[in-house]
Structures are given as C-alpha cells and as structure tokens.
C-alpha cells in the first residue's frame, strides 16, 4: 500500500486526481478500455478481485498482470498512448 501512498503524492498525480474533466476523458479513452481488457484477461477475467487483493496487500496477481502487460509490445503502445494523454 505504500507504493499507492506514494504515488498520491506525486504532485503530477495529484494534479490528475483533482481534474475530474479529464479523469474522465481518460476513463473513457479507448486505449484505457483496451489496457483494462487486456489486463482482465491476464488476471484470469477477474481485474477487480485482483485489485481489491491489492488493496489488501496482496499484489502477486495484479503486479503479474500489469507486467506481462509491460512486456507485451501492443501493451506498452497503449501505455505510452495513455500517457501521452496525460500531457
């Protein structure tokens, strides 16, 4: 949990949680919807239980996830798109 703390008080991720407007313009992106599918699928169809171990401090599954994700090359396009977003 402390990465989460930490990343919440990156100041650029700050800055991200207080715009709603564009939270959800990258909520609704298609590159976002794809990254979610793609990461559904890597966690066996279930992202949210996945997440919610996390929270608990539980990370094996997701960090799994996210790193075949980060491994895949179609994975790290739609990251560096969503990113370029965030600009």
């Known amino acids: ?3 989460f703390n930490s990343f919440l008080k990156d100041p650029q991720a700050a800055k991200l949680m207080g715009d709603s407007s564009k939270l ?3 909520k609704n992106a298609p590159e976002t919807q794809k ?3 793609m990461l559904s699928r ?3 169809g279930d992202l949210e239980q996945a997440a919610g171990k996390a929270a608990k401090g539980d990370t ?3 960090v799994g ?3 075949q994700l980060l491994a895949d090359p179609e994975g790290a396009q739609l990251i560096q ?3 370029d977003r965030l600009k």
């Open 1 to 3: 949990m402390s990465g």
């Open 42 to 44: 890597s966690t066996g």
């Open 81 to 83: 798109k969503v990113k």
């Open 60 to 62: 094996g599954q997701l």
């Open 65 to 67: 996830a996210i790193r």
């Open 24 to 26: 959800e313009q990258l």
């Open 35 to 37: 990254l979610f599918s």
